[in-house]
Structures are given as C-alpha cells and as structure tokens.
C-alpha cells in the first residue's frame, strides 16, 4: 500500500513541475533555516552545561543599588576573600574557585616564538573539581601546587610545542616571568566559558605578580568572579537567604562602608543566557536573540508549510477524483490520511536533502550572522542530523494534516460525477494567505525599524569626532614609558594631525569613583566616572570647551593637580560656576580648571553621566592618532614603522576608532541582520505560495478569462480583475501587521536612552512594498493569460 | 441479494429541493442481470450510488445480504463495499498516475492481499480483459474502449458478489460498447449479480429485466427471462 503512495507522489513530483518546485523550494527554504537556527540554539543551549556538577555550580552576583556607571547595578565580580569565607561560613558549601583573567599576554615558548593569550588564573585544584576538567597529563590535585607552575589545553599545547611532550617544558609570559608547564587538560568545548583559555595558572602565581597584594586581596576590591558548589539538594535559596550575613559581618566591618549592597546565586545554567550582570570571562549569550531566532525559525516554517497547504487543497480539486475512485474501491478515510500525509513528507524528505545543501552552502554566512564558527561536520553529527530528521518530519506533518483531512473528506458519490469541489475551501485558504503576509509585512515593518534606529544610533551627534581616528592599545607599561619620543615621531608626519594617550576611549568610559566638594549644606558627594588623559585629549576627539581651559604644558601644575569635568558632572555637584573651584577625589585636592560640553561616553543605550579627566602617565592605555583622510595605508605604514621603533616586541595591533564604535552595537546589529534576513526569506517564499496559488486560479479561470475577452475586456482589465483578489488580501494582512510590528517594536525601543519616534510612514512602506510585490508575482501569471488568445481557451471545455 | 423497501432520496441546495429519489422500493436476487432505464435526471444515479452505498437515503430501507444499512456511517459501509461491491462508471475514473496494473491491483491492496496472491488474481482478471499487454501504461496512453474494460477489470478482481455499471458504455463507440457488455454478461454468467444504468434499449436487453425509473419512481419492471443473447 505504501509503495502505491509513494509512487502516485513520486509521479506527481515529476509531472506537476510547477507545484513541486514551489513547494519544495518554499519547504527546503523553511527546514534549512530552521535546522541552522536549532544548531545555534542547541548550542547556546548547552553552554556551561555540559560539566557533571553543573546543576549545582553558583555563580556570586553582587547588586549596588543605583551604581550603573559599569551599565547596570549588577556585577558579576566579588571580592577575592568571599568565596573562602562562604566555604568556611555555611557547611552546605562544598567548594569555590575565585578567578580572573588576563587578556592578550605575550607569551613566549623558547625566547622566539611569539604568542598573545587569554590566561586564566584561579583558585587550584577546587577549578579543576568543580569544572571536571579532564587532565591528560599531570594531575589536577598538585598541578599547580607550585607557583609559577602552568597548564596546558590539548590545543595549546600542540601549538605551542607541536607532538613534543609540554610537561616538564616553560613558557615565558610579559617577558620576565618563566613559568613551568605541569599538565595538559582536554580542552573545553566551543560552549563553554573556559573555551578561550588554553593556559591556567593559579591564583597563587597570579598573586605573586602583585606589589600591592593586601589592598588587592582586600574586601574593598570587587574584581573576581566567585564560584560555589552547593552540596546535592540544597536550594539555593537557602544560602543566598543568608548572605546579607556575609555583607554584614564580613564585607561592612572591613570596609568601614555603609554602602548597599546584596549578593545573589545565580545558578551556571543562566549565566550565559540570563546573565544581567556586567563582567564575565566570556562574552554572554542572550536569551532574546535565541528567542527571536527561534521564532523566526517557525514563522518561516509556518509560511512555506501553508504554502504547502495552499497550492495542495487548491489542486486538491484535481485530485478528487483520485479520492473518490479510492473510496469508491474500499479506502476508507484513515487510509487516506494515511496517503496524503505521507505525500507531504515525501516532499518534506525531498525538501530535507535540498535543505541539507542549503546548509551546507549558508553555513560560513550563517556563522558571521550568529557570530559562532560551526565547522560543516557538525552538521553531520548524529544529534543534529536527528534533529535535523525531526524537523522535517514535522514539517510534513504539519503541511500534510490539513490537505489530507480536507481531501479524505471528498464524498466519493459527488467527485465520481465529475463535480469537483472548486473553490470549497477558498476561504481558509484566504486566511492562510493572510497569516502568511501579515507574518511577513510586521517582519518587513520591524526591520525597518529597526534599521532605522540604528541609522540614528550611527549618525547622532555623540559630542566627540570619530572619523579619521586610528587607536592603538598601548598594551603594557614598557611601551607607555616610551610615549614620549613614540608622540614626537608620529607628530613629525604630515598626515598626522593629532595624537594622544589616555586611559579609556570616549566610547567607552567605564572607571568611575567619587568626587567630593564642601558646600554650604555640608559636603556633596558624587559618583562619577573617571579617566586620564593628556594636553591633546580634547583637540584629538574634537570635545569642545564650555567654560576655562583645557590642560596645558605652560602651566606646570595641571599635570598634578588639574581636573576637567563634564557639564554633568557641574551639575551634580550644584556648581554654577565651576571653573576654579576645588574638588576631592579620593582624598587628594584638585583644580577645576574647565568644564567640557557632555559627549556620550558609551552606546546610546545609557544616558550621560558625570566624568572628570585627570593627567596621570602611568594610567595610559590607548594612543589615538587622529590622521587626513587620505593616503591611509602609508599613513599606517609609517605609524607601525614608530611602534616597532619602541614597542617591538609587542605585535601592532589598531583599529579605527568609528568600527570600534560600531561594535558598540554588535548586538543590535545582529539583532537588525537577523530580523532582516529573515523578512526577506519571509515575504520570499510567501511569495512563491503566492505565485503557485495565482497561476493554479488562472488556470482554473482560462474559460471564464477567454469569455470575458470576447466580451471586450483589456488585458488592463482581465489583469485588474484577477489581481484584485490578491491584493485584497496583502490588504487584509496589512491590518494584522502593523499592531503587532508596533507592538514589539515599541518594545525593543524601550531599552535604549535616545530612540526614533516610530512613524507612520514606516508601515506605509512596507506595507506598499508587500503589496508591490505581491502585485509583480501575481501579475507574472495574470497578464500571461489575459494576453493568451480567448479562442483557444474557450475551445479547451 | 438486496431489497429497497420506500427509498427516498432528497437533495437540499439553497434554493431548491429536489427529490431525486420517490418511494423506490425493488429486489434484486443473486445471479440477476438488471437493467436500469429512464431518461437524464430519473434518478438512476442516484439510486446506483445508494444501491452502491456511496451515499446515504434520506429515508426507506435498503436491505443488503440481509442487513440493513441505510443507517451505517461511511466506516461500516465502506468495509461492506470493498468487500462485496465493484464499480464501473461512464467516465471511467482511473487514477491517471498509476499505471494499468496498478489501478487493478488497488481494491487488492485495500483488502490486504497478499503479493503473490495479488499478483496471480491481477494477471488473470487482465488476461480475461484482454489488456494483459498494456499493464505498465499510464490511462490516458489507452483508448476509451481499452480503458473502461481496465476499469471494468478493477471492479471485478476482487470477485464481488455485486457489480454496479452506471452507463459504462456511454462513452464508447457501439463496438468498444458490444465489447463491454460482452465482458459484463460473461461475468453475470459466471455468478456476478449485475446492475447496469444504460440509456441503450439494446445494451438495456442484456439483462434479464428492466426497470423504468421517472422522475425518481419505478415505473415499471419488464422481466425478460427468455432473452439471453
Ligand atoms: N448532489 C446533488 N445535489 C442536488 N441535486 C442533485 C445532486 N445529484 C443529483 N441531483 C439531482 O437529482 C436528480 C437525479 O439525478 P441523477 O444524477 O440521479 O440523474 P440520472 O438519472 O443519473 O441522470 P443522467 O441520466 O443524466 O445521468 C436530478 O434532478 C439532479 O439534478
Ligand atoms: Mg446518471
């Protein structure tokens, strides 16, 4: 029996070539896009969760009520004692790792290879047990027993040391420290937050790097991340309700500090998709993007699989005599089903291996969209091809149902008599069509949206100047002591226009403290963000003056003792005239010497808030040269020709201040890419449903067409009648789409500080573009009949 | 073999009511060859898909080897039609992608025959058919005459008891027509009950009676034992 089905959809494949190109390029589309999105979720899914004690694995989180100079009140590092103290405190606690990181560290294996690595140093052997690390060589009890002892990932220690054995080996990190390799782990899979650290050190050799290791060590000092194993069963509720305790007996007495402050579990499985704490040793997932892609993974499949329902009960007329004759002979209608749903998973199979090569070809855009790099064997792995598998079987399940119940349900005495059941289910096929345009035209609503906020985002004025502005990371302190002779020579060249040193960028300012002046109602305290800078700060990044001066080399006191601060920052401390008055910054005295006109020191999602700018050399991290747009790469030549003069061994490395501000909005950019993609894929293949059910009418109507053309109806007419139909229903869908595009829209809006106003004129557009074309994939077929020759068409009945 | 007893057959549309069907009552025994006559829109229709239980009665009683099944849903009837039932129609409703063997092999395939026992009863219903040659084309790749006797051959492969023919020659050339009714004695002979709708008088003396529907009533039964052609 089966075999009888399967050859009717075999043959019906090869002879309706319309219909089945339609339906499987809509469906492999669908499945293709679904499958990619399920590869990125499944792994965004899994991070972090693959470690045996995951599920009892905490992450301390601490809130400070109000302080979002880091972005938010929430922060994801603690103090470098709390761990210890929170074993030592609550029994329940079975272990903690306190760690860091230390990004892009020269490395160097035998004096001449050269490497910048992410390190990872952290409390040893407990890393190694709550994480499971699987050693291969060495153990994890005594590995790093020693200081100055390292281990390797397989990876790392196949590059550094290809098959020679790395134990026993030393790698020399910032050029004076020499540490010995005593182990090799398995390295962590791509979704794990240790994937980007191939070498560990523990906190013991991290220590002894430090001059000032009481103070940093401290609970004052907020700069680890703090892990908990909970013994099994404990509700973590139950500790996280005794925190405050900590807070009180530990981190208030030591500190002297009646800051408020509060200290949440958040369990390994959240940290990556739920975090909203600031800090992390790995960039953090986002749940609303998985969401999103997951949605958009459906409405896609949605819109090809009613494709699929449209264009099969349209031409189930055409089969209804099939239908009748096999009732008429003792198929009973659960065989029918039966035959028509494995009819559209024949074509979801078909579909499936069109899919499998979309996927294939996608894969590397796909990667850049997600921001993942999948290698194309994972799209041969068992668990995805199951996956994949599913998928396609729900989608011709999905597709078949419909078509199969409104098919089985033929009375076999009426379609025998050659009466086919035109036009009977034309409504729920309207509807159909609806969804499928409303679905697409809020998608083409939302990405203009959302391409347009970003157009803001780019082109607002932030209050400093971007273009032309070449950054360097001044990476260590040998290479800050040369600044000096590196400005000199930069500035020798005549394309360079200005060059300074400072110790953040005005993207991104994100030291703050707190700045104190004596009023007349007492003593006023702010907090505010800090930063250092030099004499051509303010010229290089074209930051204008309001009131005084900037710093200047004639007066040789500014260097000390001077202070620039923001029209906020004024503000808050309820100065008028600021301009010479005396501020206290951590106890030291300093000189407002001239208020600067606020810029935005981060993306558009935060508000301006207070900053001052001090001079202080040692505190310098980026050189940014500030050139004339043309004749860049001699420009670039000549600027790595001084870094190589001064910092040699340390390898060039610069970017161009308007892409380091772009990135800024990498998950909006994302998000808008994401959102875009899929209204093209969307409105595409609702497109394709579209073409199928216009061609299948016009063919139906080739009668009443060549009839109407006797009768003296234009091809302007015939078109104009038979389109309207259609466009009625791009119409209807319009309706639909342009509440729920507002609607969540408004939504995403919320989240920044300055924002578009959403205009009318938007769902104008993309309505009119959905309309447009529809009207040219409907047109294609229309005018294609009203121009055939009525006679013939008369002739056909 | 079956009986009707005040068959009643109304068809509901918008505006009209049509009563296709008044008060039909008749019998028709094991072995009979009936004839069914009356002119376009009698009912005759009608009544096969009944007889057949395609379609329901709007009321009366329709007595089938003793049953009554006016009432039964589409499962039950459908289980008692591919048991006991073929079917042979004017257009003659092959399914244009499977080929010949294919379409006579399905009431097979429906009832759960085995391969072999399928393959054997295929090959010999087609043989009899005389179409044994052109078993791997397509419908539309045969003639109307070629085509009615493959449908012919697929009401008859699973033995029924009972074969419908609502006007299997209307579409035919009177000597592809001859070749049908031809077929359709042969098999009455054999023991086939048949009911066959015919506009033809000659093709209608066939059968061992007539029965004259008129607007939706017999109106009379003329018994023709003697003639046997
Ligand atoms: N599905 C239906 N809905 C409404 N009326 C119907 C339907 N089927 C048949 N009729 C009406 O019932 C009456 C009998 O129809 P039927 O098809 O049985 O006639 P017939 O005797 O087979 O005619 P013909 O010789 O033309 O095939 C006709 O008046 C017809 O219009
Ligand atoms: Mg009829």
Redesign the pocket.
């Known amino acids: 029996m089966i075999k009888n089905y399967f050859k009717i959809v075999i043959r019906n494949i090869t002879r309706h070539k319309t219909f089945t190109f339609l339906n499987i390029s809509g469906l492999a589309i669908g499945i293709a896009v679904a499958s990619l999105i399920m590869l990125y979720v499944k792994f965004e899914w899994e991070y972090d969760k693959s470690y045996p004690n995951t599920d009892s694995i905490y992450r301390v989180i601490q809130r400070q009520p109000g302080n979002i100079f880091m972005g938010t009140d929430y922060f994801g590092v603690t103090q470098e004692p709390l761990g210890r103290t929170l074993q030592l405190e609550f029994p329940e606690v079975n272990n903690y790792v306190t760690m860091s990181s230390w990004k892009d560290v020269v490395i160097n294996i035998d004096r001449k290879k050269n490497y910048e690595e992410d390190i990872l140093y952290a409390t040893a052997p407990n890393l190694f047990n709550m994480f499971s690390f699987e050693f291969i060589q060495g153990n994890p009890e005594n590995a790093l027993s020693q200081q100055n002892t390292v281990i390797l990932s397989e990876n790392d220690a196949k590059k550094f040391f290809g098959n020679d054995n790395p134990v026993g080996k030393t790698i020399t990190v910032r050029e004076n420290e020499t540490w010995t390799v005593t182990g090799v782990f398995k390295s962590m899979p791509a979704n794990s937050q240790f994937a980007n650290y191939g070498i560990i050190t523990s906190f013991e050799t991290y220590a002894s790097t430090l001059n000032n290791r009481e103070q940093t060590f401290a609970w004052g000092n907020n700069s680890w991340c703090t892990y908990v194993q909970l013994k099994n069963g404990i509700n973590p509720e139950f500790t996280q309700t005794k925190l405050p305790y900590i807070i009180k007996k530990y981190v208030n007495s030591a500190t002297g500090s009646k800051k408020v402050r509060e200290y949440y579990l958040q369990s390994l499985k959240d940290t990556h998709l739920y975090n909203k704490a600031n800090f992390a040793l790995n960039e953090n997932g986002d749940i609303k993007i998985v969401l999103v892609l997951i949605a958009m993974a459906f409405i896609i499949i949605t819109i090809a699989s009613i494709n699929y329902m449209n264009l099969s009960t349209a031409r189930a007329s055409l089969r209804a005599r099939e239908v009748g004759v096999r009732k008429v002979i003792g198929a009973n209608k659960i065989q029918l089903i039966t035959q028509f749903v494995s009819d559209s998973i024949v074509y979801s199979i078909v579909a499936g291996i069109f899919a499998l090569i979309l996927d294939l070809l996608f894969l590397p855009s796909f990667n850049q969209l997600v921001g993942i790099k999948f290698s194309s064997t994972a799209l041969f792995q068992p668990s995805f091809l199951i996956g994949f598998l599913v998928i396609t079987l729900l989608v011709g399940l999905l597709s078949g149902a419909y078509p199969a119940f409104v098919l089985s349900n033929y009375q076999p005495a ?1 379609v025998i ?1 050659g ?1 086919n059941a035109k036009g009977k289910h034309s409504a729920l096929r309207r509807i159909l069509v609806v969804t499928q345009f409303a679905a697409s035209i809020a998608l083409i609503a939302c990405t203009f949206i959302i391409l347009s906020q970003m157009n803001y985002i780019r082109n607002k004025d932030m209050g400093y100047n971007r273009e032309n502005i070449i950054v360097l990371p001044l990476k260590d302190a040998s290479v800050v002591k040369q600044l000096e002779l590196m400005k000199n020579d930069l500035n020798r060249h005549s394309s360079i226009v200005e060059v300074t040193a400072s110790s953040h960028l005005p993207i991104n300012i994100n030291s703050s403290t707190h700045v104190k002046i004596s009023g007349e109602t007492g003593e006023i305290d702010v907090q505010s963000y800090q930063m250092y800078g030099d004499y051509n700060f303010l010229p290089t990044f074209g930051i204008s003056i309001v009131d005084g001066r900037n710093f200047s080399k004639s007066v040789a006191t500014d260097s000390a003792n001077a202070v620039l601060i923001n029209q906020s920052l004024a503000r808050s401390l309820g100065l008028k005239d600021a301009v010479g008055k005396t501020l206290n910054i951590n106890g030291d005295k300093y000189n407002v010497i001239g208020i600067i006109k606020d810029f935005n020191m981060h993306s558009l999602h935060q508000k301006i808030l207070p900053l001052f700018i001090r001079m202080h050399e040692p505190w310098l991290q980026y050189l940014s040269i500030k050139t004339k747009s043309q004749d860049l790469p001699a420009t670039i030549d000549y600027i790595k020709s001084v870094w190589n003069r001064y910092a040699e061994q340390r390898a060039f490395d610069y970017s161009f201040l308007d892409s380091d501000f772009n990135s800024l909005y990498k998950r909006e950019e994302r998000f808008a890419e994401i959102v875009s993609y899929s209204s093209g894929l969307a409105i595409f293949i609702a497109c394709l449903g579209l073409l199928g059910l216009a061609s299948f009418i016009v063919e139906q109507k080739r009668k009443e067409i060549g009839i109407r053309k006797v009768l003296g109806a234009s091809v302007s007419d015939v078109v104009g009648t038979l389109s309207k139909q259609f466009l009625k229903l791009v119409f209807y869908a319009n309706i639909i789409a342009v509440p729920a595009a507002y609607y969540f829209m408004t939504n995403w809006l919320q989240d920044f500080a300055y924002r578009i106003n959403i205009s009318w004129w938007i769902f104008v557009l993309s309505g009119g573009m959905a309309l447009l074309i529809a009207l040219i994939t409907v047109s294609s077929q229309t005018i294609k009949a009203a121009l055939s020759n009525p006679v013939k068409s008369i002739r056909y009945e | 073999m079956l009986r009707t007893n005040n068959l009643v057959k109304i ?1 509901r ?1 918008e505006e009209v009511e ?1 009563t ?1 069907l008044d008060n039909v009552s008749i019998e028709i025994n094991e072995g009979e060859f009936v004839s069914i006559m ?1 002119p ?8 096969m898909n009944i007889l057949g239980m395609l379609d329901n009665p709007s009321g009366g009683e329709y007595h089938f080897l003793g049953k009554e099944v006016s009432k039964f849903n589409e499962r039950q009837r459908a289980q008692i039609r591919k048991e006991n039932i073929g079917f042979v129609f004017q257009s003659f409703n092959l399914i244009d992608e499977l080929t010949i063997y294919e379409n006579v092999e399905l009431p097979l395939l429906y009832l759960k025959v085995s391969p072999s026992e399928r393959k054997r009863k295929v090959q010999t219903v087609l043989e009899i058919m005389e179409i044994m040659h052109r078993r791997n084309h397509f419908p539309q790749q045969l003639s109307g005459g070629q085509q009615q006797r493959v449908a012919v051959a697929r009401a008859l492969v699973a033995n029924p008891k009972l074969i419908l023919a609502d ?1 299997p020659t209307g579409n035919l050339d009177s000597s592809h027509g001859d070749e049908v009714m031809k077929m359709l004695t042969f098999l009455n002979e054999g023991g086939t009950t048949v009911i066959m ?1 015919t ?1 033809s008088p000659t093709y209608a003396e066939y059968g061992n009676r007539v029965i004259h ?1 008129f607007d939706g009533k017999v109106v009379t039964e003329n018994f023709q034992e003697s003639f046997r052609v």
């Open positions: 009426q008599k009466d | 068809y549309t049509t296709a009356g376009s829109g009698c009912g005759k229709s009608t009544l006007e709708v506009h529907l």
